[in-house]
């Protein structure tokens, strides 16, 4: 048995709450070298003061294998405990019929009478996570206001350019795209069956981003004005559409008040130590990119002297940010928040901000820009979710870019499952392509097919999906900006094939949501690197999906409600099958 690879960590994404009266149990093996645990578990006051009853550790519950990613193999059990508090251990059996019990004290022999008697010995209690249960229904829809939709040509910026969703946008240029825009194509959004809008920012700012912000209470004159943004929001309520706004709390733009009266004052100013100013007077060197500067005296965002930091660790600055967040939930009725640049951010800000956010609305959805592993914000106390940039990377690293093999692929998703609850799973956002990235119809080199099964495969994972604005109709951009062309308003009949695709991806989506966002998820790959199998079960139901990603077509009898290239029980390159019984 080997004991190195024999892992549990209590009150985490390894023994949690999963729902009021349901607690998920995880333990990690070295793959393949453990055939069956068992859960001891129950009352641990039992042991000393119900001498009446049986010993708990006696009746034990098997653990199922839920996942292997290549080095380590994942065991869960799901119990329930009256008393609502738990004492638990393992009991593991190794391929030659060793056995040994894991508990809070180590290994310990299953003859060890003393021990199992010591309800010292297991580990014990159990904590629980928020996660507002309407984001397991939401299919996000990504909008960047300046190039969503034109509404109303009245408040364009100077130089504003004519609307072409062909063009290839320089990073300070101006199309017109407002709020107004918004609310005119929101029965489109609705027939799309999309239920979330995640808005880029809109307050004010002198970029077409946004993301420099000037005033945090005033929605950027070029996009409308505060009272279109209300009425906007009650439209999208009355069609059961929730809305996310970015907040960018981690830097500041130059043109707000606060950095002029630094620039103005230096460490005299009231605001010195709102930010990282390295050396008085806060200066820097301009360079041919706007964006751009490698000496400036002051900490920035990247190397953009145009955003400098912010010192979240001072109270002031806290205040003033937390007054912000909650100006608009209490004004505005947002659902959530999207974090920008979360992890350069102080972990007691977020945990001050949670609580603040939940306060006023508690099922308020936090969402974490992070572009990693994200376990310390995720125990509950921070985010709900994070932007799950390692996962569908993962995806279009195996499906598009060839990169990872399929069973490269199972245990790269495998591994970041175990990372969190199954709970947090499932307030994923699952992102494809995004105002940081390039369109996923460009990383597929203009492959619809690709992309369509690309698409299908990140809609059956754990977690909300979310489409960029003009990805349903298959529009193309390389990096910021490219990636930021105006929308597609009148599309061509391949435009229109995509647009089709996407509708009725969503509707299965929005249909079977609960099968995919509670089912148990099994990941397999199939041999020789042919293709990978996706299982959902809850209770009778059952949803089995095939992708072929090799080069050859695979024999395949599932009766289909989606598939593409299937034909005559054969499943081409690039094609996918979904069928659901029950």
Aim: hydrophobic fraction near 35%.
């Amino acid at each position: 048995m080997n004991l190195a690879g024999i892992y549990h960590r209590p009150e985490s994404e390894m023994a949690y709450l999963y729902t009021k009266d349901v607690m998920h149990i995880r333990l990690k093996t070295a793959q393949d070298d453990i055939t069956q645990v068992l859960l001891l578990h129950g009352d641990p006051y039992s042991l000393h003061s119900r001498p009446d009853l049986p010993k708990f550790y006696k009746h034990p519950t098997p653990m199922k294998k839920i996942h292997s990613d290549g080095v380590y193999d994942y065991w869960q059990a799901a119990i329930t405990e009256p008393k609502r508090r738990l004492a638990y251990a393992f009991e593991l059996t190794d391929q030659k019929g060793g056995q040994l019990i894991y508990a809070d004290k180590g290994f310990i022999q299953p003859t060890d009478q003393k021990l199992l008697d010591d309800a010292n010995t297991y580990f014990q209690d159990i904590d629980a996570f928020h996660a507002p249960k309407w984001v397991e229904k939401t299919v996000w829809y990504q909008i960047f206001p300046e190039r969503f939709a034109n509404g109303d040509s009245t408040n364009d910026p100077t130089g504003t350019k004519p609307w072409d969703p062909q063009t290839h946008p320089g990073r300070q240029d101006f199309y017109g795209g407002d709020l107004q825009g918004v609310f005119d194509h929101l029965d489109d959004l609705k027939k799309l069956g999309v239920n979330g809008l995640y808005f880029n920012p809109l307050f004010k700012a002198p970029s077409n981003h946004k993301y420099d912000t000037q005033d945090y209470y005033q929605i950027d004159p070029h996009f409308g004005d505060a009272q279109l943004f209300k009425k906007m929001i009650v439209l999208a309520h009355q069609k059961g559409i929730r809305v996310m706004l970015d907040a960018v709390f981690n830097h500041i733009g130059d043109q707000s008040p606060m950095w002029q009266d630094v620039l103005k004052y230096g460490q005299s100013s009231r605001y010195a130590d709102w930010f990282h100013v390295n050396q008085f007077p806060a200066t820097y060197t301009p360079t041919a990119n706007f964006e751009f500067a490698k000496d400036a005296t002051y900490d920035t965002f990247d190397y953009t002297p145009h955003m400098p930091k912010l010192n979240t660790a001072n109270p002031a600055v806290q205040n003033y940010l937390l007054d912000i967040a909650k100006y608009w939930v209490r004004e505005f009725d947002i659902d959530a928040w999207r974090l920008d640049v979360a992890n350069e951010i102080d972990h007691h800000f977020w945990r001050r901000f949670h609580n603040e956010m939940l306060a006023l609305k508690d099922d308020f959805y936090i969402l974490g820009e992070i572009w990693h592993s994200a376990q310390p914000w995720l125990n509950g106390d921070e985010f709900t979710g994070v932007m799950n940039y390692d996962y569908t990377g993962a995806i279009i690293s195996c499906l598009i870019n060839h990169e990872l093999s399929s069973q490269g692929l199972v245990n790269q998703l495998s591994r970041q499952l175990m990372l969190y609850r199954d709970q947090t799973n499932a307030m994923m956002f699952n992102v494809l392509d995004s105002h940081d990235t390039a369109r996923i119809m460009t990383v597929a080199h203009g492959d619809a097919a690709l992309v369509r099964q690309t698409l299908v495969f990140t809609f059956l994972q754990p977690g909300c999906p979310s489409i960029y604005y003009g990805t349903e109709y298959g529009m193309t951009g390389s990096s910021d900006p490219d990636c930021r062309k105006p929308m597609n308003w009148h599309p061509d009949a391949k435009a229109l094939a995509m647009y089709d695709f996407v509708h009725d991806l969503i509707k299965l989506r929005q249909k079977n949501w609960q099968l995919i966002a509670q089912g148990t998820l099994s990941l397999a790959a199939l041999p020789d690197d042919r293709g990978i199998v996706i299982k959902r079960q809850l209770h009778h139901k059952q949803l089995t999906a095939v992708f072929n990603t090799g080069r050859n077509s695979l024999a395949c009898q599932l009766v289909p409600i989606i598939s593409q290239g299937l034909q005559k029980e054969r499943l081409r390159p690039k094609g996918f099958v979904i069928a659901i019984q029950g």
